[in-house]
């Protein structure tokens, strides 16, 4: 599943670069990009569409890292929280377990002395 990963990533890369070598021309051109508020106008600098396109893409995944941050918290304060309930439950079974055992070495040891006393009898 791995080794797929890897194909299948290379695959999508080099399709990529495929179509972006197939379309330079395009990807090449600078054209002029304008902002127009009623109360505020900007214009960028010739960038060429490879470089916007770069952009958007950046901007793109900080949105979506920004969006996932929050739940990534959440996940990972669960994940705390379970862990020491995990916790919790081992060390109550290790004393649940060690007083079993007494109680087993207790009773174990009772019905041995009342042998020996009923043989001495």
């Known amino acids: 599943m791995k080794n797929?990963?890897?194909v299948l990533s290379v695959l999508i890369i080099v399709l990529i670069?495929?179509?972006?070598?197939?379309n330079k021309d395009f990807f090449l051109q600078k054209?002029?990009?304008?902002?127009?508020?009623?109360?505020?106008?900007?214009?960028?600098?010739?960038?060429?569409?490879?470089i916007i396109f770069a952009g958007c893409f950046l901007?793109?995944?900080?949105?979506?890292y920004f969006f996932s941050l929050s739940g990534r918290f959440r996940?990972?304060?669960?994940?705390?929280?379970l862990s020491t309930t995990?916790?919790?439950?081992?060390?109550k079974i290790s004393e649940l377990t060690r007083q079993n055992e007494a109680l087993k070495a207790g009773s174990g040891a009772q019905p041995a002395e009342t042998a020996d006393a009923?043989?001495?009898?």
Do not use: E, M
């Open 4 to 6: 797929f990963k890897v």
């Open 86 to 91: 995990v916790d919790l439950q081992v060390q």
């Open 59 to 64: 901007l793109g995944v900080l949105v979506s």
């Open 118 to 121: 009923a043989s001495r009898g």
């Open 31 to 50: 054209p002029d990009l304008s902002l127009n508020l009623f109360f505020f106008q900007y214009q960028t600098a010739k960038l060429n569409n490879a």
């Open 17 to 22: 670069g495929l179509v972006i070598y197939q």
């Open 75 to 81: 996940a990972n304060k669960t994940i705390k929280n």
